[in-house]
């Protein structure tokens, strides 16, 4: 396969390039595009992110209701956000992998802004409808064929502490995992 710099068309000489006229980033280097994805530190942070976030969960909810609940693992909703800070986490960590001018880190910083804004907005206000519509289904006679339905999860969306919260955590992850990964790779990571 061709390095990237050499790919030519033959019909469109407009979208002729040569290896000259491509930027050198870190993502176009070998030593980066060569790593095994086990040693990828953006999916490293991300995912480190989401595992811490969602234990700190099982804690959060010990805190405040003096019983454990593991089921906190695997949930959404609640104190920190862990969908923030799995994205957070992501893009800090390709903001310190491949710069900040780069189009990966641009393309990472909009969709965790869009994952933060949905998880306050859209999600928290389901959340809420879901809480007003069990209500009123369990306030109905025992007749009444809805009584008996299950009730609708309540605990979808994160208030902005808890987004907050999830987007320090990632940002803190992922700076900790970059400092590691320089380290271990002697300072050129």
Not at 11 to 34: A, G, I, K, R
Not at 44 to 58: D, E, R
Request: aromatic share 8%; charged share 10%; net charge neutral.
């Amino acid at each position: 396969m061709r390095p990237f710099g050499e790919i030519t068309t033959a019909s469109s000489s407009w979208l002729s390039t040569t290896h000259d006229s491509v930027p050198t980033s870190p993502s176009f280097t070998s030593s980066s595009s060569s790593r095994p994805i086990y040693m990828n530190y953006a999916i490293l942070s991300a995912l480190a992110a989401f595992a811490l976030a969602q234990s700190i969960k099982v804690f959060t909810t010990w805190y405040r209701e003096h019983r454990w609940d593991l089921k906190q693992l695997i949930g959404s909703g609640g104190m920190p956000s862990s969908h923030s800070a799995t994205v957070t986490a992501l893009a800090v960590a390709v903001g310190l992998q491949d710069g900040l001018g780069a189009s990966s880190f641009a393309i990472a910083l909009i969709v965790a802004c869009i994952v933060m804004y949905d998880a306050t907005g859209v999600r928290l206000q389901a959340g809420r409808q879901a809480e007003v519509l069990n209500q009123i289904v369990y306030g109905l006679p025992a007749e009444h064929p809805l009584a008996e339905s299950r009730p609708l999860r309540e605990l979808l969306g994160h208030t902005p502490p808890q987004v907050i919260a999830g987007g320090l955590l990632g940002m803190m992850t992922a700076t900790i995992i970059h400092l590691i990964n320089l380290i271990y790779s002697g300072g050129t990571a």
